[in-house]
């Protein structure tokens, strides 16, 4: 569904700081659980017209990602535009491989002794396209951890002038 556009036109207004948010206070426990510390940096009232199942499962997946193959702190930020961005301090995806994890059922050689089907980042991909946004990875700060991008911003202007 994600990947065919279809669905566009059904787009409600979405509160992203409450599902954000939402999935913070559900994923914490789990990265406490795993000896990960989860922050979220949220700011309020950001909306915009979307599928929140979609959006829902593709944070749920950056953030699971996170608590799985990242380092001891993972953080959850949500900025106007709307710009979703789930960071960790682990050892990151080598330059080379990062368009290929967003690709259906491409999993990393560190990664196929873990649960996964290689499914998360492609519907990150996919879920970021149908929403008129990009999906970027990029290394964390001072070159340690990654950082992954659920960039909305464009979108919402498409969605606006549609």
Request: overall charge negative; hydrophobic content about 40%.
């Amino acid at each position: 569904r994600a990947e065919s556009g279809a669905g566009r036109g059904a787009f409600v207004p979405v509160d992203l700081s409450a599902l954000v948010e939402s999935l913070a206070e559900t994923y914490s426990p789990v990265a406490e659980e795993a000896g990960r510390t989860l922050t979220a940096e949220l700011e309020a009232g950001v909306t915009m017209p979307a599928d929140a199942a979609l959006l829902r499962q593709a944070v749920a997946n950056l953030i699971e990602n996170a608590i799985l193959h990242g380092g001891a702190r993972v953080t959850l930020r949500l900025r106007p535009g709307p710009v979703i961005k789930v960071g960790d301090d682990g050892p990151g995806i080598p330059p080379d491989q990062r368009e290929a994890v967003t690709r259906r059922f491409h999993r990393l050689d560190a990664s196929r002794n873990t649960p996964g089907t290689g499914l998360g980042l492609a519907l990150v991909a996919a879920t970021a396209r149908l929403h008129g946004g990009e999906f970027r990875i990029e290394d964390g700060a001072n070159g340690q951890g990654l950082i992954a991008t659920l960039d909305l911003s464009m979108g919402r202007s498409l969605m606006h002038a549609s």
